[in-house]
């Protein structure tokens, strides 16, 4: 069961500092933004634009290509909501929130070898 919009805490517009790890996750989940839209939608359905504003540097046809390929895998539903005020939601399936904890593990494994994980980027940046 989702908390309702009202109970729901904003998210962080700086939730994805461009020198956080995430990105450094060995693994991917859809494309480089699946990882980070499981993230968002850990504690509930989201609209579109809350995504996209923290999800700096996303294009709104990149964010709707990765949604829509999470959805596709299974791992988030749309659900339209009728009304005087049109409006879509995006939110993790029972799949999806089973993915929470290995993503949790993978991030976790990630810390542990950043400076590992930046020295061979960097090295295979020189060499080209």
Known sequence: ??????????????????????P?????????WGTLL??????????FSELKAVLGGITAKSLTQSL????RDGFVARA?????????EY???PLGLGLLGPLDAACEWTRDHWDELIDA????AESR
């Open 24 to 32: 450094l996750v060995p693994f991917r989940v859809g494309d480089k």
């Open 80 to 88: 339209e909501h009728e009304g005087p005020e049109r409006r879509v």
């Open 121 to 124: 980027q960097e090295a295979a």
């Open 38 to 47: 499981l993230r968002c939608l850990q504690d509930g359905p989201r609209r």
């Open 68 to 71: 829509r390929r999470l959805e």
């Open 1 to 22: 069961m989702t908390k309702p919009q009202a109970d729901r805490t904003p998210l962080d517009p700086e939730a994805f500092d461009p020198v956080c790890p995430s």
């Open 91 to 93: 939110a993790l399936t």
